[in-house]
T-cell receptor
Framework: DQQVKQNSPSLSVQEGRISILNCDYT??????FLWYKKYPAEGPTFLIS?????DKNEDGRFTVFLNKSAKHLSLHIVPSQPGDSAVYFC????????FGKGTRLHILP | EAQVTQNPRYLITVTGKKLTVTCSQN?????MSWYRQDPGLGLRQIYY???????DKGDVPEGYKVSRKEKRNFPLILESPSPNQTSLYFC?????????????FGPGTRLLVL
């Protein structure tokens, strides 16, 4: 059973609009959450993280929101740019991090 | 330049022929890990190592071996590859903490087992 779920395999967003990627987790003991971005033919690269003591973390155009009661986190990208087209992996855990299946984001011109 | 390197990047082999995928990092990281990425399954951890001579199974260790004789190197060994091991493999490293520290990934090795 999946402990980290990204239920949308893909998402298309108009350039300039907001992209919202969602992630759900099942283990209430998870205390650290990360988003990785992956381009084709490259390894994943770290994007942004949040610990369980916070509900929001912002880094430029990227904001991660954590709702612990709902066991849900989301990544907001504002405004979306063509270079944001990639696969985004949500990851969660404590000592060990578990990855979701990924969401492919397409930014439309 | 801080990086994780993997070799080879692409490999086609036949069932049963032993192979090794090398992984090396130059960041003096204690923690290293191997993942495989498959369509619809995301990234799944195969093995990880907290430090030299310390290795442990991840979520999908069957059919794989690893060794950690030096801090910088963490090779992945397939003693008798099978077609279900056809996949995209990533090595990663991070400072102590493993989970909470961000991981640095290599560029990936695409393996096809015929």
């Amino acid at each position: 059973d999946q402990q980290v779920k990204q239920n949308s395999p893909s998402l298309s967003v108009q350039e300039g609009r907001i992209s919202i990627l969602n992630c759900d987790y099942t283990n209430s003991m998870f205390d650290y959450f990360l988003w990785y971005k992956k381009y084709p033919a490259e390894g994943p690269t770290f994007l942004i993280s949040i610990s369980s003591i916070k509900d929001k973390n912002e880094d430029g155009r990227f904001t991660v929101f954590l709702n612990k009661s709902a066991k849900h986190l989301s990544l907001h990208i504002v405004p979306s740019q063509p270079g944001d087209s990639a696969v985004y992996f949500c990851a969660a855990g404590d000592d060990k991090i578990i990855f979701g299946k990924g969401t492919r984001l397409h930014i439309l011109p | 330049e801080a990086q994780v390197t993997q070799n080879p990047r692409y490999l086609i082999t036949v069932t049963g022929k032993k192979l090794t995928v090398t992984c090396s990092q130059n960041m003096n990281h204690e923690y290293m890990s191997w993942y495989r990425q498959d369509p619809g399954l995301g990234l799944r951890q195969i093995y990880y190592s907290m430090n030299v001579e310390v290795t442990d199974k991840g979520d999908v260790p069957e059919g794989y071996k690893v060794s950690r004789k030096e801090k910088r190197n963490f090779p992945l060994i397939l003693e008798s590859p099978s077609p279900n091991q056809t996949s995209l493999y990533f090595c990663a490293s991070s400072p102590p903490g493993g989970g909470q520290e961000t991981q640095y990934f290599g560029p990936g090795t695409r393996l096809l087992v015929l």
